[in-house]
């Protein structure tokens, strides 16, 4: 069964120039790779790619977390592929963590997702917006909290 985990962002301080919402995504990208998933992180833009790029580069050694933007690496790609919405990949992954506010179609194809929802009101009710879409996708739906372990 398709399922989509809604994680509440209870603040919106940056740390180390990283939303709370890309520093969950290197966690969670961390996490689901150590157990052999292959994950496609939605970015907004190339920017924001580029920028969970560098951070996961600073991982310790002993956690290096095989990752590429989109178009770059290997050609069946890397176990984490960061993508955009000028840039999607049609490689398959086991888990899309969607950084991106507006509803794309492209995540039907997926079983499995996270997705947040930010502290400012306008983009709650974009994470609303979301979440009835992949209600309406077959998604089982989650909402949860997680502590910034940073």
């Known amino acids: 069964m398709k399922r989509a985990t809604f994680y509440l962002i209870e603040h919106g301080a940056q740390i180390y120039g990283l939303s709370p919402e890309e520093i969950?995504?290197?966690?969670?990208?961390?996490q689901h790779w150590r157990v052999g998933k292959k994950i496609q992180i939605l970015c907004e833009e190339k920017a924001q790619a580029a920028r969970l790029d560098d951070a996961?580069?600073?991982y310790p050694s002993y956690t290096f977390i095989p990752h590429h933007l989109s178009g770059e690496g290997p050609k069946q790609g890397a176990t984490?592929?960061?993508?955009?919405?000028d840039c999607l990949s049609h490689h398959s992954a086991d888990l899309l963590i969607n950084l991106l506010s507006e509803c794309i179609d492209f995540v039907d194809r997926f079983t499995e997702i996270i997705d947040f929802v930010p502290y400012k009101t306008t983009l709650k009710q974009l994470a609303r917006a979301r979440y009835a879409y992949y209600r309406q996708l077959g998604f089982n739906l989650i909402t949860t909290s997680h502590p910034l372990s940073k």
Do not use: D, G, H, K
Not at 24 to 30: H, W
Not at 80 to 85: D, H, K, S, T
């Open 24 to 30: 969950l995504t290197c966690e969670f990208s961390a």
């Open 56 to 58: 996961l580069w600073l």
């Open 80 to 85: 984490v592929e960061m993508i955009w919405p």
